[in-house]
């Protein structure tokens, strides 16, 4: 996962650069196509997205610097919160 951007005039649309582990094509999406889910462990921090090109639902790992670099960006985010016993 990486971001480009670009600065005009006026404040481009950050574009994240992704891939899909299925059928392997590259591509860039906009803030508005990625989820990104912060829970209360590295195992329930994620980003997910549909693979523009198959259809498939993906779904990463996130680890500090892509909450970063996805949360700067404007990313869609939920934040999950542990249901203890109550």
């Not at 209360?40 to 639902?57: I, L, Q, V």
């Amino acid at each position: 996962m990486s971001v480009t951007s670009g600065f005009a005039a006026s404040m481009a649309p950050v574009l994240f650069k992704a891939g899909c582990p299925d059928c392997r094509a590259r591509f860039e999406l906009s803030a508005g196509a990625l989820r990104l889910a912060i829970g209360g462990s590295h195992r329930t921090t994620f980003y997910s997205f549909t693979c523009p090109e198959c259809g498939s639902a993906v779904r990463k790992p996130a680890g500090e610097r892509i909450v970063e670099l996805l949360t700067g960006g404007g990313v869609s985010t939920l934040r999950l919160h542990s249901t203890g016993n109550v």
